[in-house]
């Protein structure tokens, strides 16, 4: 069973940046793709960005160019880096794992439970 573990959302102004943080089960990060996923109220959940077992990435049209995703192995850790972040950024962000990589949250096998974004403007 893996287990994620969110960690590093706050409150920020708008043009602020944060750092998310994803801890999981040993080896995880080797043998899954891996994603942040974001939800607002009232909207689906919706991808921000994923990175395979290679390093490859993709990012979500509204956050290229500002958000960055990349992990580290051997610290069983994902991180999503965030800059000028944006008032509509707003949302609980959601670390994923799962054998394929897609935009689509259902095909994902694993979630944490979540941290939250806030951007003020």
């Known amino acids: 069973q893996v287990q994620l573990v969110e960690s590093g959302g706050a409150s920020v102004q708008s043009g602020g940046s944060l750092r998310l943080s994803c801890a999981a089960s040993e080896n995880t990060y080797s043998k899954y793709c891996m994603g942040w996923f974001r939800q607002a109220p009232g909207k689906e959940r919706e991808g921000v960005a994923t990175i395979d077992g290679d390093g490859n990435t993709t990012y979500a049209d509204s956050v290229k160019g500002r958000f960055a995703i990349s992990k580290d192995n051997a610290k069983n850790s994902l991180y999503l880096q965030m800059n000028s972040l944006k008032p509509e950024d707003t949302a609980m962000y959601y670390c994923?794992?799962?054998?394929?990589?897609?935009?689509?949250?259902?095909?994902?096998?694993?979630w944490g439970q979540g941290t939250q974004v806030t951007v003020s403007s």
């Open positions: 994923a794992a799962g054998r394929l990589k897609s935009w689509f949250p259902t095909l994902w096998d694993y």
